[in-house]
């Protein structure tokens, strides 16, 4: 999982790309990177947060009115700093590329890369092999010079990507001398938004980024979504270009309302928080069917993703939402640090339960999803140690149980605890006294009820195991899975 952003502006864009960074960085905490270009490519890029990547310094050096971002969460290649995004080349032109997704038929792009190509690859990152198979379906005898001459060269570039690459992959690109290209996969898995400004000269500016959380900050106002399958280039005069180059069915991620995304974005033209509101209501129906019988006397979120759905979904029961679990802030998402080892460490250091709001009470825990099952468990321990008479457990998203090849970091399907117990055996496992998840349709409902959207279907492969590109079958599962504990391992 990443975060990505491009702008193309009247002014310097390197402090709003930094601003983006810092509204991304809940997609990815590993690594930081910004390209920019004038006469050249100017590029600062390190592990860690951008607070500690970027300085005064660096940044001074990132020259241009046009320029790209990337957040890091590894789902493909290794953790070391040359895998840190934005990827370039100087042949054709200068091209720099981020991407945030996952390609699923990595290994044979690489190969043809390599070996058709005589390109070389200097890392295991998918978003590399991207590039290069751009860069060189961008290369010709006869470099266009006008913007239309490109925009059709990037078009016939791009169809033959949407072609051939499989998989995820929502990109922003800078090409020197032409200006900020964008593109987005055919099924749209990943999200990719837009927004414009105006640049007080009658002219505009453009921001394309993974969630639209900085657009307010930095002055623009949203202009909906990339759709699935279109190119968009904005040459250097600010002139934009786009065509749908493949219209295939909408599948954007629903993991990304469910965990990822930010609450106070719109993606896919739906908003993130409405969305958790209805996760809330539409499982307190169903809990209220299921139990009428045992109606809790709070309800607390794991927070801080949950926070929105229990809500809601304290509201429908009528009962008292509760803070009763305080998150220090100061220590990061668990689903996002690497080994199992830190995860388990974290819990106990990450939430504080408050006795007072759970002593003698019946408990209602609610959390976005159940991965591994370990941080459940602790909570469900936590509580009862501090007293707890009852704990339910309740969870807006299904059981998870089957792995992601689309671009979030899910483990492997022997550690995901719904890829090998059922929900009787998870509620005991657990120790809670009810357990109800979420079921498809309601999240799927709470999903695609409200907003001027166009998805046909999110994409549930983590859910439903269809991995809606048709890319993966078993021995494809096999190879990805490897690849991935091969990268964890730092092989
Ligand atoms: Fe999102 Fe799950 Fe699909 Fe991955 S498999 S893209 S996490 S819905």
Redesign the pocket.
């Known amino acids: 999982m990443c975060g990505i952003a491009g702008i193309y502006s009247h002014k310097s864009v390197a402090a709003e790309l930094y601003d983006s960074i810092i509204h991304l960085q809940h997609r990815g905490q590993d690594a930081a990177g910004i390209m920019t270009y004038d006469d050249r490519m100017h590029k600062e890029k390190g592990m860690g947060l951008a607070k500690e990547v970027f300085n005064e310094t660096n940044m001074e050096l990132l020259t241009g009115n046009i320029g790209i971002s990337h957040n890091r969460y590894p789902t493909h290649g290794g953790f070391s700093h040359g895998e840190v995004q934005p990827f370039w080349t100087s042949v054709p032109y200068g091209i720099a590329l981020a991407h945030n997704g996952n390609l699923t038929n990595y290994q044979d792009l690489a190969e043809e890369i390599t070996h058709k190509d005589s390109r070389y690859l200097n890392t295991n990152s998918d978003s590399e092999v991207l590039l290069h198979y751009f860069a060189d379906l961008l290369h010709t005898n006869n470099p266009p010079e006008d913007s239309e001459e490109f925009f059709y060269l990037l078009c016939n570039a791009v169809t033959k990507i949407f072609k051939h690459v499989n998989g995820?992959y929502s990109v922003v690109s800078i090409v020197i001398g032409k200006g900020l290209v964008v593109f987005r996969d055919p099924q749209g898995?990943?999200p990719l938004v837009k927004g414009e400004r105006s640049n007080g000269n009658g002219g505009k500016d453009y921001i394309f980024a993974s969630e639209n959380t900085m657009f307010y900050a930095l002055g623009f106002e949203p202009k909906g979504t990339v759709l699935p399958g279109e190119l968009i280039y904005v040459d250097e005069a600010g002139n934009v270009f786009n065509k749908r180059l493949v219209k295939k069915s909408f599948n954007p991620?629903?993991?990304?309302y469910v965990y990822f995304a930010r609450p106070d974005a719109t993606l896919n033209d739906v908003s993130v928080y409405r969305s958790r509101l209805r996760m809330g209501q539409n499982l307190a129906e169903a809990w209220k069917k299921k139990h009428p019988e045992k109606t809790p006397d709070i309800v607390i979120p794991a927070p801080s993703t949950a926070n929105t759905a229990a809500l809601s979904f304290a509201h429908e029961l009528g009962v008292r939402y509760s803070e009763g679990l305080y998150k220090n802030t100061f220590i990061g998402r668990t689903f996002i640090m690497p080994g199992q080892a830190e995860r388990k460490k974290s819990v106990k250091y990450k939430l504080v339960p408050q006795e007072l709001e759970i002593r003698d009470k019946k408990v209602m825990i609610m959390d976005d999803s159940i991965v591994r099952g370990n941080t459940s468990r602790e909570i469900v321990r936590m509580l009862k140690d501090f007293g707890a008479k009852e704990v339910y457990f309740s969870v807006a998203c299904p059981p998870?149980k089957?792995?992601?090849?689309?671009?979030?970091d899910?483990p492997t399907k022997s550690e995901l605890i719904a890829g090998n117990m059922n929900e009787v055996e998870i509620e005991n496992y657990l120790e809670v006294d009810a357990l109800l998840y979420q079921k498809i349709n309601d999240l799927v409902e709470a999903v695609t009820r409200k907003g001027d959207h166009h998805i046909d279907t999110?994409?549930?492969?983590?859910?439903d195991g269809n991995?809606?590109a048709n890319d993966i079958d078993e021995a494809k599962i096999s190879e990805m899975e490897t690849m991935r504990v091969h990268d964890r391992n730092g092989g």
């Open positions: 995820a898995i990943r991620c629903i993991f990304e998870v089957s792995p992601c090849f689309y671009g979030v899910m999110p994409c549930m492969a983590c859910l991995y809606v």
